[in-house]
């Protein structure tokens, strides 16, 4: 069993910064692939970044690429979603995700065996 508690969301000017932390216990995180979603108002969950267990791998989505960085720290059992030129349609709850089983990064959301509570972003001047 693996606890997922989010922080670092907020409010916050289109074309500014956030960083989301993601704090694991309940051991095996190290083991595990991480990613994160969003929620936006009235719209499905959408994948948003994912991470390899050992932190060599990455995939994001088009609509981030290049704007938002995932990491993990294994020592820390903590994984981040760095988010720079933040846009109003960045504007939604931030979930992040652990997935036990698959050998790759995936970005389906039904892979994932363990979820965060969610923070808000919210993108508006």
């Known amino acids: 069993q693996v606890q997922l508690v989010e922080s670092g969301g907020g409010l916050v000017q289109p074309g500014g910064s956030l960083r989301h932390t993601c704090a694991a216990s309940?051991?095996?995180?190290?083991?595990?692939?991480a990613g994160w979603f969003r929620q936006a108002p009235g719209k499905e969950r959408e994948f948003v970044a994912a991470?390899?267990?050992?932190?060599?791998?990455?995939d994001y989505a088009d609509s981030v690429q290049g704007r938002f960085t995932i990491s993990r720290d294994n020592a820390k059992n903590t994984v981040y979603l760095q988010m720079n030129a933040l846009e109003p349609e960045d504007t939604a709850v931030y979930y992040c995700?652990?997935?036990?089983?698959?050998?790759?990064?995936?970005?389906?959301?039904?892979?994932?065996?363990?979820w965060g509570q969610g923070t808000q972003v919210t993108v508006s001047s």
């Open positions: 995700a652990v997935d036990r089983r698959s050998f790759y990064v995936v970005r389906d959301g039904s892979e994932y065996d363990y």
């Open positions: 309940g051991g095996g995180f190290r083991n595990y692939h």
């Open positions: 991470i390899s267990w050992s932190g060599d791998s990455a």
